[in-house]
Every structure is written in C-alpha cells, then in structure tokens.
C-alpha cells in the first residue's frame, strides 16, 4: 500500500475556466461533446481567437474515444475500398502526430502473414504498403523468408506460412489524447466542462442560437447564446438534431475487443490476419503492458443511453482468430483480463456489410446546427478545421490561426537529474500530460511503492488526475484518466484499500462517499468490462 505524506489539496481543477466554475452565457461556439472531434474543435477554435464552451453531459472520451482501437493509423484497408484521400489524411496526420506528441503517439510496427491460398498476394500486399509509405513520405515496409519472420512473429501458425511483411503505424492511449487537446484548448482560453449536459436547444425563429445547460447533478439551468452550435455528440449525435425522416441518418457500428496478460498473449509487435471465417482484418498488438485484441464490426441496437459491451458472438469471433493464429498457446476466455466495446458514429450509406461503409467524416448543417460526425482518430485536427471553414461566413474573423502551427505545447523532454525513472517512461508522462510532467514526477517522492503492481501506471499519476482533472466518479479515474481498470484483473478490485488511502483526499469525499463510488466502479466493470457470463469459465 502507498504511503502518503501530508499535502495541500487545494488546486484547480483540470477543466474548470476558473475557480469559481461559472459558465459564460455568450459565446463564438458552443460545441456539444467532449470526444475527440469535440475536443479537436475546441481547441482549433480557441487558436484561432473565438469564445469556446465545450460541454460534454458524461465524462471526457465517455463514448467511442475512450473505447477505439486505440491505433492512429493511416487506414490501410481503405485502400482497398478505393478511399485514397482518406488514406493520405490519416497517414500525414499519423506522421504528424508521432512528431509532435513522442510518448503520447508511438510508432508501432506491424507484422502481416502470408499464407499460401489465403488473404490477398504476397505482390498485391506489397503494391498497397508501398503507396501506404509514399503517402507517408517513409519506406518502413520490409519482406521477411518463413524463418525470419517466424523469429520476429513467435508462435504463430507455421502450416502454410510462406513469410510475411511488417509495416509501420501508431497507437495511442485515446483517452489521454483527448485530454491533452482539451489542456491545449484551455490554454488558449476555451471553457471544457464535464457532466454538463444539453437540455435542450434555443431557437431564434427556425435557427438554432444557443443551448440550455444542466449539470448531471440537477443544478440549475443556464442558457448560452451562441452564433454557432457544434454537434460533436459521436453515436449520440441524432439525439441532438431533429432529424427529417429523409435526412441522412447515423448507423451506429458496435467493435469489441479483448484484453490478455502479456505473458499470456506475447507479441514483440503488433500482427495482423486476416479471420479465418469472413476475411476481415483482425490485430493484436502489445498496449500499455497488456496485449490488445480487437476488432468487431457489428450493427449496434441497444439504446445510446446504455453503455456498449461485448457480445459472446463477438468473444467467440475474436477468440477463433487466436486460436488460428496462435494455435500452441491454447488460449481460453479464462486468460482474458477484461474486454471493452465502442460505438462507431459512422453515417448509412445502405451497405448491408457494416464492414464496407465509408469511415470518412460528414458535416450537416441544419438550421444553425453544424454536426460534425464519422471519421477517425488520426484525423481528428482536419475534421476541425473542416467544421470551422464550414461555418466561416456566420463567425466573425477572430484569428487566422495557421495550418503549419503545432497542435500540442512543447514541453521540455529532457529527464531532470537524478529522476530514478526510466527515460522511456519520463517520454509517456512528457506526451500523456505536457507540461504537467514534472510536478508528477515531484509526486512521486510521496509514495511508498512507484507503481500500482502490475502496471505501468504511477501511483503518482493516480494522485495528480485526482487533484487536477476533473474526475466526478472513480470510474473516470480508473476506466479513463488510468486504463487502471482494464490492465488489471478484476478491474484491480485488489488494489483499491490503497488508492483509497492515495485519492480520498484529494477527491474530497468521506467514507460514505468512496464506499458508494467503489460500488459503483465495481458494478460497472461487471457489467461492461468483464465478460458475458456465458462466456466465463465457470459459466
């Protein structure tokens, strides 16, 4: 268990405008949603000089950005699907990305089996990698013979194999890339707001002017005038406009993924196979510690208000391709840690295959309504700016703020003296948190132990997001701030005596309060992040 010193709690929260939490009632821009096309906009807004409110009614990277596939990837298959444009956004934005956010955005190399009689051909597959790094501006392709390629892909299926590729694309943590935006766009004087929630909209004849406000815990109602509201809702987005039966409607997309222990699922990179079933991609790849599965495609039913879980079709589908690929490791469901599933925003287009509608982007404006939906993660600063060249003749000229400027602050990564950290660790906290890094790393000196067991996670960094970012609930902490949640089994239920006695403080709740968050936190892995019950081992 961590001990803790004594501390002076009082500090600004991490997304408060001020200390006294009013809300402007007149703003450039009101945008609905604090995913990261919301947090994208706030921030291009703010550069570029307008009154910015976000307000997001859970909590930041609630939806689809806490739930991704976590890769900032260029879109491979998109190619194949003929969306070169896409294609090219995503792998210059990757670049990007990796540029400017090291330890936040890390390159990630992938390795892809050939098989004899399956998947495309060896020539197609490298005719596709070769425009993937043109685009790209790199040659990170490489072709390997069967016995180097099994020596950098251990364990998997040797019947077939006829060698294999490896290529180059990132991940991220998705959640603490929309958080790092929102700290940029606050910077610049944006107001972000979790747990506030859009009552209802305020119209001015027929056009929207505005919105009426409400805190999740039943505060009082503030109206904000806006000369634009931005619908940045993700999956939720239809909630929010009032939808003709002939317009343009959202599909909501379910993909599921499952987390195993590395030692369990080891992987020095990430691999990519095709599913012996249907022929669609399928990865793995290692990921804070843990090795990550993904992914599903599926049409989503269930109500937007209930959260996204895993289905035991899904578990099952996912689990086939492990045991093709990795056939000697003998995996079962009692192997995984924890599983988690997102909701794609992605727009009808009629395709009965989920897997073959378009990932791109759209923007509708409807009666002062921009929203701005669809899209991936790495593109995710283009769709800004895209929503805000849209709306250009209605907002007054603050500010041209311009496109070759850095998303993200520069911050000092060299590792202070005598840090007793490693220098790969100072890089994540230097990229997860800016500026932030160095008063984490003053943390430390208050804790016992310098990491949660069984994780990369700080105790220090659990003790800074307490103080600083906002959290409301302790899954917000645990599930989003950390992936403390999902590294750890049983959603780290063995860990949580000791982060009560780090956090309760900082937090400013009494006993009753914890005992009824960790409740609740518990509850919520149960049901979301732990699997079906048909699909446990002594189900």
Same mark, same amino acid.
């Given at each position: 268990?961590?001990?803790?010193?004594?501390?002076?709690?009082?500090?600004?929260?991490?997304?408060?405008?001020?200390?006294?939490?009013?809300?402007?009632?007149?703003?450039?821009?009101?945008?609905?949603?604090?995913?990261?096309?919301?947090?994208?906009?706030?921030?291009?807004?703010?550069?570029?000089?307008?009154?910015?409110?976000?307000?997001?009614?859970?909590?930041?990277?609630?939806?689809?950005?806490?739930?991704?596939?976590?890769?900032?990837?260029?879109?491979?298959?998109?190619?194949?699907?003929?969306?070169?444009?896409?294609?090219?956004?995503?792998?210059?934005?990757?670049?990007?990305?990796?540029?400017?956010?090291?330890?936040?955005?890390?390159?990630?190399?992938?390795?892809?089996?050939?098989?004899?009689?399956?998947?495309?051909?060896?020539?197609?597959?490298?005719?596709?990698?070769?425009?993937?790094?043109?685009?790209?501006?790199?040659?990170?392709?490489?072709?390997?013979?069967?016995?180097?390629?099994?020596?950098?892909?251990?364990?998997?299926?040797?019947?077939?194999?006829?060698?294999?590729?490896?290529?180059?694309?990132?991940?991220?943590?998705?959640?603490?890339?929309?958080?790092?935006?929102?700290?940029?766009?606050?910077?610049?004087?944006?107001?972000?707001?979790?747990?506030?929630?859009?009552?209802?909209?305020?119209?001015?004849?027929?056009?929207?002017?505005?919105?009426?406000?409400?805190?999740?815990?039943?505060?009082?109602?503030?109206?904000?005038?806006?000369?634009?509201?931005?619908?940045?809702?993700?999956?939720?987005?239809?909630?929010?406009?009032?939808?003709?039966?002939?317009?343009?409607?959202?599909?909501?997309?379910?993909?599921?993924?499952?987390?195993?222990?590395?030692?369990?699922?080891?992987?020095?990179?990430?691999?990519?196979?095709?599913?012996?079933?249907?022929?669609?991609?399928?990865?793995?790849?290692?990921?804070?510690?843990?090795?990550?599965?993904?992914?599903?495609?599926?049409?989503?039913?269930?109500?937007?208000?209930?959260?996204?879980?895993?289905?035991?079709?899904?578990?099952?589908?996912?689990?086939?391709?492990?045991?093709?690929?990795?056939?000697?490791?003998?995996?079962?469901?009692?192997?995984?840690?924890?599983?988690?599933?997102?909701?794609?925003?992605?727009?009808?287009?009629?395709?009965?295959?989920?897997?073959?509608?378009?990932?791109?982007?759209?923007?509708?404006?409807?009666?002062?309504?921009?929203?701005?939906?669809?899209?991936?993660?790495?593109?995710?600063?283009?769709?800004?700016?895209?929503?805000?060249?849209?709306?250009?003749?209605?907002?007054?000229?603050?500010?041209? &703020? $311009?496109?070759?400027? *850095? =998303?993200?602050?520069?911050? !000092? %990564? @060299?590792?202070? +003296?005598?840090?007793? #950290?490693?220098?790969?660790?100072?890089?994540?906290?230097?990229?997860?948190?800016?500026?932030? &890094? $160095?008063?984490?790393? *003053? =943390?430390?000196?208050?804790? !016992? %132990? @310098?990491?949660? +067991?069984?994780?990369? #996670?700080?105790?220090?960094?659990?003790?800074?997001?307490?103080?600083?970012?906002?959290?409301?609930?302790?899954?917000?902490?645990? =599930?989003?701030?950390?992936?403390?949640? @999902?590294?750890? +089994?049983?959603?780290?239920?063995?860990?949580?005596?000791?982060?009560?006695?780090?956090?309760?403080?900082?937090?400013?709740?009494?006993?009753?309060?914890?005992?009824?968050?960790?409740?609740?936190? @518990?509850?919520?892995?149960?049901?979301?992040?732990?699997?079906?019950?048909?699909?446990?081992?002594?189900?």
């Amino acid at each position: 268990m961590p001990a803790i010193l004594e501390h002076d709690w009082q500090s600004q929260r991490f997304c408060s405008a001020s200390k006294d939490n009013s809300l402007p009632t007149e703003v450039d821009i009101l945008i609905a949603g604090g995913g990261i096309t919301g947090a994208g906009i706030a921030l291009e807004a703010a550069r570029a000089g307008y009154r910015v409110l976000l307000a997001e009614q859970k909590d930041f990277a609630w939806g689809s950005s806490s739930r991704s596939s976590k890769l900032v990837h260029g879109g491979l298959r998109y190619l194949k699907e003929g969306q070169w444009k896409l294609t090219r956004d995503s792998v210059r934005e990757r670049q990007r990305l990796m540029t400017e956010a090291p330890g936040l955005v890390q390159p990630q190399s992938f390795a892809f089996s050939h098989y004899r009689g399956k998947g495309p051909s060896r020539w197609l597959f490298a005719l596709g990698l070769a425009i993937y790094d043109k685009m790209a501006g790199s040659h990170a392709r490489h072709q390997y013979d069967q016995a180097e390629y099994q020596w950098l892909a251990p364990h998997i299926r040797a019947e077939g194999l006829d060698g294999g590729m490896c290529y180059l694309d990132a991940k991220t943590d998705d959640v603490r890339l929309v958080l790092r935006v929102l700290q940029e766009a606050r910077k610049l004087g944006a107001v972000c707001r979790n747990y506030l929630k859009v009552q209802h909209l305020i119209y001015d004849g027929d056009q929207v002017c505005g919105a009426a406000l409400c805190s999740a815990d039943g505060g009082k109602t503030v109206e904000v005038r806006a000369k634009i509201v931005i619908n940045a809702c993700g999956a939720w987005s239809d909630q929010l406009r009032k939808v003709h039966p002939d317009a343009q409607k959202l599909r909501p997309l379910r993909g599921s993924h499952l987390l195993f222990p590395a030692w369990r699922l080891p992987v020095a990179q990430a691999v990519s196979l095709m599913h012996p079933d249907d022929g669609r991609p399928v990865f793995l790849y290692p990921w804070e510690g843990v090795t990550l599965v993904g992914t599903t495609d599926l049409d989503h039913a269930a109500p937007a208000d209930q959260e996204p879980r895993i289905s035991q079709q899904e578990v099952d589908y996912l689990m086939c391709a492990l045991h093709w690929q990795f056939p000697s490791l003998a995996l079962t469901t009692a192997d995984v840690l924890s599983c988690y599933a997102g909701v794609r925003p992605v727009v009808d287009d009629g395709h009965a295959d989920p897997s073959q509608v378009s990932r791109d982007h759209v923007l509708w404006q409807e009666n002062g309504l921009l929203t701005v939906t669809g899209g991936k993660l790495t593109t995710f600063r283009l769709i800004a700016r895209e929503a805000l060249n849209s709306v250009s003749a209605i907002l007054p000229v603050a500010r041209n &703020a $311009q496109a070759e400027e *850095t =998303l993200f602050t520069q911050v !000092a %990564t @060299l590792m202070p +003296p005598n840090a007793g #950290i490693a220098p790969d660790l100072w890089q994540r906290l230097c990229g997860y948190y800016g500026d932030a &890094a $160095q008063e984490i790393l *003053t =943390l430390t000196s208050l804790t !016992a %132990t @310098l990491y949660v +067991p069984g994780t990369q #996670i700080l105790w220090a960094e659990m003790l800074w997001c307490a103080r600083h970012e906002s959290v409301r609930h302790l899954d917000d902490l645990l =599930l989003r701030r950390t992936r403390y949640g @999902l590294i750890l +089994p049983q959603g780290g239920r063995d860990h949580l005596s000791a982060l009560r006695s780090l956090c309760q403080t900082a937090l400013g709740w009494d006993d009753q309060h914890w005992e009824q968050e960790e409740q609740r936190y @518990l509850m919520i892995w149960q049901e979301v992040y732990q699997l079906p019950a048909a699909c446990l081992p002594d189900a």
